[in-house]
């Protein structure tokens, strides 16, 4: 009998082919975890038995996204393996920018030797050597596009400034941030290949990503509009795709300005748009997933930080196809968890899924 992974991975690959009939659904259940915070002062001998711990609460709740695990160094840690200082706390980290202008920096080739990165695959060894498809996958963390680098080497409203100040070195930056990203992506990549998972990859957000893949984190792009993309970060973008299989594009609503010409790139394969905590514009966020969903792409519209009221799930949920479709809600128990899960299983008629098909 497949395993419960297995079962995932399976619902992906017809959500990948837009072939599913009914929404794959994110559950965010808030509910208690026994550990939390970021892996950067755990002992390695301790890591697995704490992942465990919260892997068997995420068992629990109804979800169609994978079960994984991974090591969290959070937002600073990529940027900090090119150069930029790297700052945490309990819960996050961040990147203390490296240099002021885009003329002084230099993005070294990516090596597995510098001491955070070694620390990294120190705490990531147990998780890769204990996987198995019934008990957990080795996930991926958030790999950035070349704006989110290069955001986290010199600043974001720094890198706003450079775009009008010194574009050429922008453009030629971006392109060595991209391959970069290549690089490191590639390594995660075949680390997970060498622990013998093959056929796929699963995301940051516990995708499966049919062959080799990731999903790309381009939250810079909240304060650039579509031209500004299309001129400084497409071709880039680009180069950090071109010979993998499948790549998922990650924006947020405060950045679908771009969306246009995010959507004219033919080197996505899917998108993944998170509703901003201060964005009340439920259209305007339904606009976009449905321009994405016209594009042909799978898609993901997620990140409700107050549960949304029924009557606006249903509106939701109305106005998109659910081929290709992945939808996450809030809800403040398991109880409600597995209602929504049911409910949105149900909301689409057998008969009107005849007719769209």
């Given at each position: 009998m497949p395993s419960e992974n297995q079962m995932r991975a399976a619902n992906f690959q017809q959500w990948w082919q837009r072939?599913?009939?009914?929404?794959?659904?994110?559950?965010?259940a808030r509910v208690p975890f026994p550990v939390s915070g970021l892996d950067v002062d755990v002992p390695p001998a301790q890591i697995l038995e704490r992942k465990l711990q919260n892997l068997a609460v995420e068992r629990q709740i109804p979800n169609d996204i994978l079960l994984t695990l991974r090591v969290e160094y959070s937002m600073g840690f990529l940027p900090a393996l090119c150069g930029a200082g790297f700052e945490y706390n309990e819960h996050t980290s961040w990147a203390i920018p490296c240099c002021d202008a885009i003329t002084d920096l230099k993005i070294p080739a990516f090596s597995d030797t510098h001491p955070l990165m070694q620390a990294y695959l120190a705490r990531?060894?147990?998780i890769l050597s204990h996987w198995s498809w019934d008990t957990y996958l080795p996930g991926m963390i958030t790999m950035f596009g070349p704006g989110d680098l290069l955001s986290g080497l010199i600043g974001p409203t720094r890198l706003a400034e450079e775009i009008y100040d010194h574009p050429d070195f922008v453009k030629g930056k971006a392109m060595e941030a991209a391959h970069w990203m290549r690089d490191f992506a590639a390594y995660e990549i075949r680390r997970r290949r060498q622990a013998g998972l093959i056929g796929g990859i699963p995301t940051a957000f516990r995708h499966w990503l049919p062959g080799d893949g990731f999903l790309i984190s381009e939250d810079?792009?909240?304060?650039?509009?579509?031209?500004?993309?299309?001129?400084f970060f497409s071709a880039a973008d680009r180069h950090l795709t071109e010979g993998f299989d499948s790549c998922?594009?990650?924006?947020?609503?405060?950045?679908?300005?771009?969306?246009?010409s995010v959507l004219e790139a033919p080197f996505f394969q899917g998108m993944e748009i998170s509703n901003d905590v201060n964005n009340q514009d439920l259209p305007r966020f339904i606009r976009g997933a449905q321009a994405i969903q016209a594009r042909g792409y799978p898609i993901q519209v997620s990140n409700w930080e107050h549960p949304l009221a029924r009557a606006d799930m249903e509106t939701?949920?109305?106005?998109?196809d659910p081929r290709g479709l992945l939808i996450g809600f809030t809800s403040e128990d398991m109880s409600e968890a597995r209602e929504i899960y049911n409910w949105v299983k149900e909301f689409y008629p057998v008969e009107q899924l005849r007719i769209t098909r």
């Open positions: 072939s599913n009939s009914a929404p794959l659904v994110l559950s965010y990531w060894e147990p810079f792009t909240a304060l650039i509009g579509s031209r500004t993309y299309r001129e998922v594009f990650h924006i947020h609503t405060v950045g679908n300005q771009v969306l246009s939701l949920l109305a106005a998109l």
